[in-house]
């Protein structure tokens, strides 16, 4: 399949991981992805709190180019190209995503902001018609159209006795806009994808809480007490590690874990890698082509775990077992197969 | 008197003389549509004689207006531009004929839902009232005189659902000397309230105030109860249903069944009850729903049982007294001839599931309201006892959720009425057991409009219920620090004081909401009435016909209506049997003469309307090879007008020609010629 591809800023320098693992991932999976050229920064998360207008226009030249690069070339029989799907974009990065999914949306919303930025994009001689690009989240791309059985497929070495709480972050789960995929209070896509690569999935109920995202770099106290809700919570439950698809997330979480450590006087030491990194070692890649080794929290001695005996998790009381004879504990609510794990 | 024996009623459609009235509505109508120009417009139409505007045509000063004229200028057809025919037809069609017209001679033109209502555009609006009343006048000067079929009502009744509103509905209708059929899927009557143990805003015991109604019911004379059975098909019309009922079998003989539960107590198969005792409690795979069950015979949960599972065991029919246990039982089906039929299915609970962020299912002590209405159920899983999910450790803080899938757009955006008293009633019944327990009560308004409801209110908060108006964002187990270890975590904002708060506690009861049964839609396709987009049965009248559909002779009663508690299903209960009992007191009916008949001579015998038929009302007689109405079955639909290849079938009162004529009126501004009509 067919897709462009805007990694983003973060991709070309401290998520150079989640870029190369990304690339060794989807060429096994047959999935090709062809970047977007010249493309820019998206904004980020803090620039449409700036200047509303630029950042749109910022936005709005990466949709044109996307667009215009990737619209279907006329080939014979001509198909109308309103009939064809649209062309598909692809970004990595959780903020990126968002960013290009709602710009597309506002400008499809309001003719008067489309024509604005439009008239921006002129003096670049561009143009971009609201709804003519798909864009969509990798973890969307990886489940739902390679899916989880071709994944599950191509799995070489399965990452058994590696505990792992799936963090999705707040901006992939926003509801409201084109391409969601999952729900947005409490999403499950990674934990099944996880589950699928053989991993052990801890519960992580702060899994769509916010990171701080750039709160680290104004006001480090509040970004601190955010990272550190998540970082004990993974712990809580075990985790040997972290697994995110948002290279803001993985940067706060893993980069400023010391600093945590040192405000509140704990000791996590919790690796934090990308979806993609994971599925790479579980497609037997090797972990120099993953990037694994550019964490500032060292996965080597968590992902050593992979493969080791499995503890005997103690199994909950679903009506499934028989009631022990003195047992006079409540039934758990009867949860959909899927959900049982 | 059938349609035939109507003399032929006019020379020529160019000597009617019409009359047309054009209704302001108040400024319902007028507001939108210049009623006096649409007046003076349709003065100046063909056949019209006179036209009108008036303020409210409805009034008697308004119909006097349409009988004076129709004596004093020879009037032979009358136009109404008002309303819907819903509304005020009969009222227009008695104003003629107290002046001595006929009363199909009569047509309305629905400028008001169709049009007033429907615009902010007086000029467009204007238009098309004017097309309308054009289509009205074409038609009406095509009509012919009809009369009115009179048909016996069968006096029987069937209710169909043995909750507390079927269970009303029942028992007054047979108090009143009629017969019911009382039809329940259920193994037991009963319905919702069965499980409950408190009612608001009382608190009686729900079992002491239902169980005599359900005894009653089960020893009346007049009543016939089916349990474990469901209406499988309807024919027919108001007045003589046919009704199908399915009989499931339920594996006991109850003729010979004494309901002593011996085959419950030996019976070795312990299951999950997911049904009754919505997941928390169990049951054995022959049990009834609970100890005052009516009937009192169980019924075999052939999934769980051993011997059909596996083919042996048969312990329930070893140890039987008097032999009433039969594996071979099979479905029966039973037809019933009924007048009436009242609707009272009930509702679902909502599925906490779907709500993820309030973790039930997955955080052990989060409890549904259900869940909780059983455990504090002398009869439930727990006898009555307030305890976690370890069954033993009794909550020291409680925290309970109002709203969870009502009143919120990504579930259902209505208010679910009762949740608001219930979640009042489980901070009392908290209080009650477990003295020293804290309880927090997360709402957004405190809906208590009901006799003694307020009063309730304020006694629970005097027992020192804890108040905080917000919606939760999320329950969750993951602590922040020292203090919140171990505990549930409510996170809501604080919207008195402005401010997000955390509150820990032990155990968390979501007030789910009410929702339509998941089959509503496939029960109201069989009954013939109506469904909202929620999937609740639609009544004639929101206001003033709550209790009847839009089909004759269905009635509705209860939450499969709409979310209510138990006084309101009550009442709608006795609503729907007084309905009942007026209509079987007239012992006949009137009906539209709107019928469907077969000019013989046209007729090639094809047969295709026998089959397109829904009422099974057109015969074939082979031996002419033609198709006849039978009359007193028909009911007007004019599928068959339209499925008729040789145009044989005539709809009394939509005849091809007046249907033509209207559209034609409709049209009247078009260019000529532009439509083709087939």
């Given at each position: 399949m067919q897709y462009g591809y805007y990694p983003g800023c973060s991709l070309e320098r401290n998520a150079g991981a989640y870029h190369e693992s990304t690339m060794a991932v989807a060429g096994v999976l047959g999935l090709q992805f062809t970047e977007v050229d010249d493309w820019n920064c998206c904004g980020a998360t803090e620039f449409f709190s700036v200047n509303q207008m630029q950042a749109y226009a910022l936005t709005g030249r990466n949709l044109a180019l996307?667009?215009?690069?990737?619209?279907?070339?006329?080939?014979?029989?001509?198909?109308?190209?309103?009939?064809?799907?649209?062309?598909?974009?692809?970004?990595?990065?959780?903020?990126?995503?968002?960013?290009?999914?709602?710009?597309?949306?506002?400008?499809?919303?309001?003719?008067?902001?489309?024509?604005?930025?439009?008239?921006?994009?002129?003096?670049?001689?561009?143009?971009?018609?609201?709804?003519?690009?798909?864009?969509?989240?990798?973890?969307?791309?990886?489940?739902?159209?390679?899916?989880?059985?071709?994944?599950?497929?191509?799995?070489?070495?399965?990452?058994?006795?590696?505990?792992?709480?799936?963090?999705?972050?707040?901006?992939?789960?926003?509801?409201?806009?084109?391409?969601?995929?999952?729900?947005?209070?409490?999403?499950?896509?990674?934990?099944?994808?996880?589950?699928?690569?053989?991993?052990?999935?801890?519960?992580?109920?702060?899994?769509?809480?916010?990171?701080?995202?750039?709160?680290?770099?104004?006001?480090?106290?509040?970004?601190?007490?955010?990272?550190?809700?998540?970082?004990?919570?993974?712990?809580?439950?075990?985790?040997d590690v972290i697994v995110t698809l948002c290279p803001m997330c993985q940067l706060n979480l893993d980069v400023f874990q010391r600093a945590v450590n040192r405000r509140?006087?704990?000791?996590?030491?919790?690796?934090?890698?990308?979806?993609?990194?994971?599925?790479?070692?579980?497609?037997?890649?090797?972990?120099?082509?993953?990037?694994?080794?550019?964490?500032?929290?060292?996965?080597?001695?968590?992902?050593?775990?992979?493969?080791?005996s499995v503890e005997v998790e103690q199994e909950r009381a679903v009506g499934k077992r028989a009631k022990q004879r003195n047992d006079q504990s409540l039934p758990m609510p009867y949860m959909p197969e899927e959900e049982e794990r | 008197m059938s349609n035939d024996q109507i003399p032929p009623p006019h020379a020529s459609p160019d000597e009617e003389r019409v009359g047309v009235y054009v209704c302001h509505c108040g400024s319902n109508i007028a507001r939108t549509i210049a009623v006096e120009d649409v007046a003076l417009w349709s003065e100046q139409q063909e056949h019209v004689v006179v036209a009108r505007d008036y303020k409210f045509m409805c009034s008697s000063l308004g119909q006097e207006l349409i009988e004076q004229d129709i004596q004093a200028k020879g009037l032979s057809r009358i136009v109404v531009a008002a309303c819907s025919p819903h509304m005020h037809e009969r009222t227009f069609r008695?104003?003629?004929?107290?002046?001595?017209?006929?009363?199909?001679?009569?047509?309305?033109?629905?400028?008001?839902?169709?049009?007033?209502?429907?615009?902010?555009?007086?000029?467009a609006a204007t238009s098309k009232a004017k097309a309308q009343v054009k289509g009205a006048i074409e038609r009406a000067v095509l009509q012919e005189p009809l009369e009115p079929l009179f048909v016996d009502i069968n006096p029987n009744t069937l209710v169909v659902g043995g909750g507390i509103a079927g269970l009303t509905a029942a028992l007054e209708l047979a108090d009143s000397g009629y017969h019911v059929y009382l039809v329940d899927r259920d193994s037991s009557i009963g319905g919702q309230m069965a499980k409950l143990d408190k009612t608001f805003p009382t608190l009686d015991c729900a079992a002491c105030i239902l169980t005599p109604k359900m005894v009653d019911a089960a020893n009346h004379p007049n009543i016939t109860l089916m349990t474990w059975s469901e209406v499988v098909a309807v024919d027919g019309f108001v007045g003589n249903f046919s009704v199908q009922v399915r009989h499931k079998p339920r594996y006991v003989i109850e003729d010979l069944c004494t309901g002593c539960g011996t085959c419950i107590e030996k019976c070795p198969s312990r299951v999950l009850d997911q049904h009754f005792e919505v997941g928390l409690g169990y049951h054995k795979a022959i049990d009834r729903n609970f100890p005052q069950a009516v009937p009192k015979y169980p019924v075999i949960d052939t999934t769980h049982c051993t011997y059909f599972q596996?083919?042996?065991?048969?312990?329930?029919?070893?140890?039987?007294?008097?032999?009433?246990?039969?594996?071979?039982?099979?479905?029966?089906?039973?037809?019933?001839?009924?007048?009436?039929?009242?609707?009272?299915?009930?509702?679902?609970?909502?599925?906490?599931?779907?709500?993820?962020?309030?973790?039930?299912?997955?955080?052990?002590?989060?409890?549904?309201?259900?869940?909780?209405?059983?455990?504090?159920?002398?009869?439930?899983?727990?006898?009555?006892?307030?305890?976690?999910?370890?069954?033993?450790?009794?909550?020291?803080?409680?925290?309970?959720?109002?709203?969870?899938?009502?009143?919120?757009?990504?579930?259902?955006?209505?208010?679910?009425?009762?949740?608001?008293?219930?979640?009042?009633?489980?901070?009392?019944?908290?209080?009650?057991?477990?003295?020293?327990?804290?309880?927090?009560?997360?709402?957004?308004?405190?809906?208590?409009?009901?006799?003694?409801?307020?009063?309730?209110?304020?006694?629970?908060?005097?027992?020192?219920?804890?108040?905080?108006?917000?919606?939760?964002?999320?329950?969750?187990?993951?602590?922040?620090?020292?203090?919140?270890?171990?505990?549930?975590?409510?996170q809501a904002e604080d919207t008195l004081i402005g401010k997000q708060r955390r509150i820990p506690v032990d155990m968390v009861i979501l007030m789910v909401g009410m929702e339509a049964r998941h089959d509503s839609r496939n029960v109201a396709s069989t009954f013939g009435l109506g469904c909202d987009f929620e999937g609740w049965f639609t009544e004639r009248h929101a206001k003033l016909d709550p209790v009847v559909t839009m089909t004759e002779g269905i009635l509705i009663a209860g939450a499969c209506q709409g979310p209510k508690a138990i006084p309101e299903s009550v009442a709608q209960g006795s609503a729907a049997a007084a309905r009942v009992s007026g209509l079987i007191g007239r012992r006949t009916i009137k009906l539209e003469p709107v019928r469907a008949s077969i000019e013989a001579a046209a007729c090639s015998g094809c047969r295709i309307c026998n089959n397109v038929c829904p009422y099974h009302a057109i015969v074939f007689h082979e031996e002419i090879k033609i198709s006849e109405v039978i009359t007193a079955l028909c009911q007007g639909c004019g599928a068959c007008v339209a499925a008729c290849p040789s145009a044989a079938i005539t709809g009394a009162h939509f005849t091809r020609e007046q249907v033509l004529s209207q559209i034609d009126g409709l049209l009247w501004d078009m260019q000529p010629g532009v439509l083709v009509l087939a």
């Open positions: 996307a667009a215009d690069q990737f619209a279907p070339k006329p080939a014979l029989p001509v198909i109308p190209v309103e009939v064809a799907e649209p062309p598909q974009l692809v970004a990595p990065c959780s903020a990126c995503y968002l960013n290009l999914s709602k710009v597309d949306r506002y400008l499809a919303s309001s003719p008067e902001l489309a024509a604005k930025v439009n008239t921006a994009l002129d003096a670049g001689g561009l143009h971009y018609d609201p709804g003519s690009l798909r864009v969509r989240h990798l973890l969307d791309v990886m489940v739902n159209d390679a899916g989880y059985d071709a994944i599950a497929a191509r799995v070489q070495r399965a990452l058994t006795g590696l505990r792992v709480a799936p963090y999705y972050g707040c901006l992939v789960v926003r509801p409201g806009f084109q391409g969601q995929f999952d729900d947005p209070e409490y999403p499950t896509t990674l934990d099944k994808l996880m589950r699928v690569l053989g991993a052990k999935v801890v519960d992580f109920p702060l899994k769509a809480h916010c990171c701080g995202g750039h709160m680290t770099q104004i006001s480090e106290e509040v970004a601190l007490e955010l990272l550190r809700r998540l970082l004990k919570n993974a712990a809580d439950y075990q985790a509140f006087g704990t000791n996590f030491n919790l690796p934090v890698l990308f979806f993609t990194q994971l599925m790479g070692l579980a497609f037997g890649l090797a972990p120099e082509r993953l990037g694994i080794g550019k964490e500032f929290v060292a996965s080597r001695p968590a992902l050593a775990k992979i493969g080791t | 008695g104003a003629c004929q107290r002046a001595g017209l006929n009363p199909y001679l009569f047509e309305m033109a629905n400028i008001r839902e169709l049009t007033s209502w429907a615009t902010d555009d007086r000029e596996r083919g042996k065991c048969r312990a329930c029919q070893v140890v039987c007294p008097t032999n009433a246990i039969d594996f071979t039982q099979k479905e029966t089906f039973e037809q019933l001839e009924v007048g009436n039929i009242i609707l009272a299915t009930g509702y679902e609970q909502f599925d906490a599931r779907r709500v993820p962020q309030y973790g039930y299912g997955r955080l052990a002590n989060v409890f549904t309201s259900m869940e909780f209405e059983r455990m504090v159920n002398a009869a439930g899983p727990t006898s009555g006892q307030v305890v976690l999910r370890d069954g033993v450790t009794a909550p020291q803080s409680v925290g309970i959720i109002h709203c969870v899938g009502s009143r919120d757009k990504n579930y259902n955006e209505y208010c679910s009425r009762a949740c608001c008293m219930a979640a009042l009633k489980f901070a009392h019944l908290v209080h009650e057991r477990v003295p020293d327990a804290e309880v927090y009560n997360f709402y957004i308004d405190i809906r208590a409009a009901g006799k003694h409801y307020e009063e309730f209110y304020h006694r629970v908060l005097e027992e020192g219920t804890h108040f905080i108006r917000g919606r939760v964002a999320e329950v969750t187990d993951a602590a922040r620090g020292p203090g919140e270890e171990g505990s549930l975590i409510i």
